[in-house]
């Protein structure tokens, strides 16, 4: 997934907003777990953890979801922001994500 950069989603000192990171993991990992279940699916977040490890800068972020495990009710990601600028990619968060199906 991608957010591009606007004046719109940064904090007081120019950084993308860390509620902007955190909401495109969960997106990514919600995504990465839609992939393991039926077309007519939906999934929600249980519970996700990130960790900010360096400010939010770039053109834009990207971010990856991973499943670790899918079990019968809840599906476990791993997630990854990076801040892309140009060629340059840096890792600007990690976390993990808990999801349920509803049946």
Partial sequence: MVLPSRPEITQQHGYIHAGATSAIADSAGGYAA??????????????????????????????????????????????????VTGAQRELIATGQQTLICPR
């Avoid at 249980?46 to 499943?67: F, Q, R, S």
């Fill in 34 to 83: 839609l992939t393991l279940f039926p077309e007519t699916a939906d999934v929600l977040t249980v519970e996700y953890k990130i960790n900010l490890l360096a400010p939010a800068t770039g053109d834009h972020l990207e971010a990856e979801g991973t499943v670790v495990k899918a079990g019968r009710t809840l599906t476990v990601c791993r997630l990854e922001v990076f801040g």
